[in-house]
C-alpha cells in the first residue's frame, strides 16, 4: 500500500479512523455507509454515490501520485484551478491554488474567470456553491463524490419547509409596525444547495462563521426574529455574544411539533436554533481547555464557534478558520496557543509557525472523516481525467434552485467582514 504522511497522531477515537484517510474508496463502495457521514451517521435518503477509483490510482504510491497530478496540472494550465478548504490534507493542499475556509474559497471562485473548470478539494455544500457563483462557462468538480457534511446532512429541505409552515402558521406573515418579518431564515453555509435557495426565496440569508453576526445584524434588522439552521453552536454563540438571552434561543427538533417548544416558547423567540452540529467541533470540552490552562500556564486557547457554548466561553477566544489563521500569524511573540478546530489545520500552523508551540486541545485527534474523502488519487483521477477529455463528478446545481440560492449568497458577500481575503496556497508541506 502507498505510504502516506498521515496526521492523525493518536488512537482513533469511535468517530475516526486512520483507516478512512489512507483508503478513503474502500468505505465509499461499502453499502450502508457513504456521503455526509462521519463513522456513526445516518446516510441521508437520495446522497450521491462515488462509483470505484480505478484500481491503479489505488494502487500507486503517494510519490506517484503527487508527480502525475503536477504532470495534469501543468498540461492543463490555467484551464484548470484547485481550491483547497483549510481542513484539507496536506497532500492535498500542497496542489492548491487557493486555500481558505468556505467564505474565502466562495469568493476566490469567482477571481478566476479564465478557468474553465473549478476542482473543489473540500465537500460537497462547498462544490455547489462554488457552482452557484461560478459563471455559465465554468464547471466544478469534487473529486470525491462522498465527502459530504454531516452537519449539513441534519437540515433536510423537507424538515425545513415543514418547520417554516408551523412557524408561520404562528406567527403569521404581516410584518409588524416597523416593517420587519415575523421571522428570517438564515442557513449556515455548511447547507445544501436546496436550503439556500429556500433563504433566498423566504428573504432570508447565507452566513459563514467568519460572518455569522454581520448576517445575524442584517437578519434582526428586517426580521422580529431569525430561524436558524443546521448549526446550533454557531447560532447560540453568536446570537449569545450579540446580547440575546439564552431562554429566547429556543432550539427545534425536527422530530417534534412545534420543535418540542411550547408557542409561548417560540412567539418569545428572538433566535430558532434547529438541532444540528459539526461531529467534529462538538468532541471539545471545557476538561480540554481547563488541562491545557494547567499544562501549559500562560496558554492562548482559541476555539472555533461550532463548538458547544460552554467550550467557547471557556476559551480565552472564538473564531472562524480564518480567524484563527489571522490570530496565531499577528502574535509578535512565541506563544502558547491551544486550538479547537480540525486537526489538519492546527497541525498545518504548528509547522508554519515553530515559533509558537500549537497543538490541538483535544488530545484523541479526530479530523473531519468527511473532509478526508479527497485523497490524492481521488485528485489524480479527476485531473487526468481532464488532460484524456473525461469529466468526473460534475456537481450541477439545478438552475431554479442556483437562481434563488444565488440571491441568497449575494446578500451573504455584500456583508462581506473585513480583512477577508482569499489566501495564498500553502508552500508544499506547510
Ligand atoms: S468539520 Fe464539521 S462542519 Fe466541517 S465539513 Fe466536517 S463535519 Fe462538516
Same mark, same amino acid.
Given at each position: 500500500?502507498?505510504?502516506?504522511?498521515?496526521?492523525?497522531?493518536?488512537?482513533?477515537?469511535?468517530?475516526?479512523?486512520?483507516? =478512512?484517510?489512507?483508503?478513503?474508496?474502500?468505505?465509499?463502495?461499502?453499502?450502508?455507509?457513504?456521503?455526509?457521514?462521519?463513522?456513526?451517521?445516518?446516510?441521508?435518503?437520495?446522497?450521491?454515490?462515488?462509483?470505484?477509483?480505478?484500481?491503479?490510482?489505488?494502487?500507486?504510491?503517494?510519490?506517484?501520485?503527487?508527480?502525475?497530478?503536477?504532470?495534469?496540472?501543468?498540461?492543463?494550465?490555467?484551464?484548470?484551478?484547485?481550491?483547497?478548504?483549510?481542513?484539507?490534507?496536506?497532500?492535498?493542499?500542497?496542489?492548491?491554488?487557493?486555500?481558505?475556509?468556505?467564505?474565502?474559497?466562495?469568493?476566490?471562485?469567482?477571481?478566476?474567470?479564465?478557468?474553465?473548470?473549478?476542482?473543489?478539494?473540500?465537500?460537497?455544500?462547498?462544490?455547489?456553491?462554488?457552482?452557484?457563483?461560478?459563471?455559465?462557462?465554468?464547471?466544478?468538480?469534487?473529486?470525491?463524490?462522498?465527502?459530504?457534511?454531516?452537519?449539513?446532512?441534519?437540515?433536510?429541505?423537507?424538515?425545513?419547509?415543514?418547520?417554516?409552515?408551523?412557524?408561520?402558521?404562528?406567527?403569521?406573515?404581516?410584518?409588524?409596525?416597523?416593517?420587519?418579518?415575523?421571522?428570517?431564515?438564515?442557513?449556515?453555509?455548511?447547507?445544501?444547495?436546496?436550503?439556500?435557495?429556500?433563504?433566498?426565496?423566504?428573504?432570508?440569508?447565507?452566513?459563514?462563521?467568519?460572518?455569522?453576526?454581520?448576517?445575524?445584524?442584517?437578519?434582526?434588522?428586517?426580521?422580529?426574529?431569525?430561524?436558524?439552521?443546521?448549526?446550533?453552536?454557531?447560532?447560540?454563540?453568536?446570537?449569545?455574544?450579540?446580547?440575546?438571552?439564552?431562554?429566547?434561543?429556543?432550539?427545534?427538533?425536527?422530530?417534534?411539533?412545534?420543535?418540542?417548544?411550547?408557542?409561548?416558547?417560540?412567539?418569545?423567540?428572538?433566535?430558532? =436554533?434547529?438541532?444540528?452540529?459539526?461531529?467534529?467541533?462538538?468532541?471539545?470540552?471545557?476538561?480540554?481547555?481547563?488541562?491545557?490552562?494547567?499544562?501549559?500556564?500562560?496558554?492562548?486557547?482559541?476555539?472555533?464557534?461550532?463548538?458547544?457554548?460552554?467550550?467557547?466561553?471557556?476559551?480565552?477566544?472564538?473564531?472562524?478558520?480564518?480567524?484563527?489563521?489571522?490570530?496565531?500569524?499577528?502574535?509578535?511573540?512565541?506563544?502558547?496557543?491551544?486550538?479547537?478546530?480540525?486537526?489538519?489545520?492546527?497541525?498545518? =500552523?504548528?509547522?508554519?509557525?515553530?515559533?509558537?508551540?500549537?497543538?490541538?486541545?483535544?488530545?484523541?485527534?479526530?479530523?473531519?472523516?468527511?473532509?478526508?474523502?479527497?485523497?490524492?488519487?481521488?485528485?489524480?483521477?479527476?485531473?487526468?481525467? =481532464?488532460?484524456?477529455?473525461?469529466?468526473?463528478?460534475?456537481?450541477?446545481?439545478?438552475?431554479?434552485?442556483?437562481?434563488?440560492?444565488?440571491?441568497?449568497?449575494?446578500?451573504?458577500?455584500?456583508?462581506?467582514?473585513?480583512?477577508?481575503?482569499?489566501?495564498?496556497?500553502?508552500?508544499?508541506?506547510?
Amino acid at each position: 500500500m502507498p505510504s502516506i504522511a498521515l496526521t492523525i497522531q493518536a488512537a482513533p477515537a469511535a468517530a475516526c479512523t486512520p483507516e =478512512l484517510a489512507k483508503q478513503p474508496w474502500s468505505f465509499d463502495t461499502v453499502p450502508g455507509y457513504g456521503p455526509g457521514s462521519s463513522m456513526g451517521d445516518v446516510i441521508p435518503a437520495g446522497a450521491p454515490r462515488q462509483g470505484g477509483l480505478p484500481a491503479e490510482y489505488q494502487r500507486a504510491t503517494t510519490e506517484e501520485l503527487h508527480e502525475r497530478i503536477r504532470a495534469a496540472k501543468a498540461a492543463l494550465g490555467d484551464r484548470v484551478v484547485i481550491l483547497g478548504h483549510f481542513y484539507q490534507r496536506d497532500e492535498i493542499v500542497q496542489h492548491a491554488d487557493f486555500l481558505g475556509d468556505s467564505f474565502q474559497l466562495a469568493n476566490a471562485a469567482q477571481t478566476v474567470p479564465n478557468a474553465e473548470t473549478i476542482v473543489f478539494c473540500g465537500v460537497h455544500f462547498m462544490a455547489e456553491t462554488a457552482d452557484i457563483l461560478a459563471q455559465q462557462h465554468q464547471r466544478v468538480i469534487l473529486p470525491n463524490l462522498a465527502a459530504g457534511c454531516s452537519m449539513a446532512d441534519m437540515a433536510d429541505s423537507d424538515s425545513v419547509e415543514e418547520c417554516w409552515e408551523q412557524l408561520e402558521a404562528l406567527y403569521g406573515t404581516e410584518p409588524d409596525a416597523e416593517g420587519r418579518a415575523p421571522i428570517i431564515p438564515v442557513t449556515y453555509m455548511n447547507s445544501s444547495a436546496a436550503l439556500k435557495a429556500f433563504c433566498g426565496r423566504h428573504g432570508g440569508i447565507v452566513c459563514t462563521s467568519s460572518n455569522a453576526e454581520t448576517v445575524l445584524e442584517w437578519a434582526f434588522e428586517r426580521g422580529q426574529r431569525v430561524l436558524f439552521f443546521p448549526d446550533q453552536h454557531l447560532g447560540r454563540n453568536t446570537a449569545k455574544k450579540m446580547g440575546v438571552p439564552l431562554e429566547r434561543m429556543p432550539m427545534w427538533n425536527p422530530r417534534g411539533p412545534l420543535g418540542g417548544n411550547t408557542a409561548e416558547q417560540l412567539l418569545d423567540a428572538r433566535v430558532v =436554533l434547529w438541532h444540528g452540529f459539526c461531529s467534529v467541533h462538538k468532541r471539545f470540552t471545557v476538561e480540554q481547555v481547563e488541562r491545557a490552562r494547567a499544562e501549559h500556564p500562560g496558554v492562548r486557547v482559541i476555539v472555533h464557534p461550532e463548538c458547544p457554548m460552554a467550550v467557547v466561553d471557556a476559551a480565552d477566544e472564538a473564531g472562524s478558520t480564518d480567524y484563527i489563521r489571522r490570530a496565531v500569524a499577528a502574535a509578535t511573540e512565541p506563544t502558547t496557543f491551544a486550538i479547537g478546530t480540525e486537526v489538519n489545520m492546527v497541525n498545518r =500552523l504548528a509547522a508554519e509557525f515553530p515559533q509558537h508551540e500549537i497543538f490541538c486541545l483535544d488530545p484523541v485527534v479526530c479530523p473531519c472523516s468527511t473532509m478526508y474523502r479527497i485523497h490524492p488519487g481521488y485528485l489524480a483521477w479527476v485531473l487526468e481525467g =481532464l488532460v484524456n477529455g473525461e469529466t468526473h463528478n460534475v456537481i450541477e446545481v439545478p438552475d431554479a434552485v442556483a437562481a434563488d440560492a444565488r440571491v441568497a449568497l449575494e446578500r451573504m458577500l455584500a456583508s462581506r467582514p473585513a480583512g477577508s481575503v482569499p489566501a495564498p496556497a500553502a508552500p508544499h508541506g506547510a
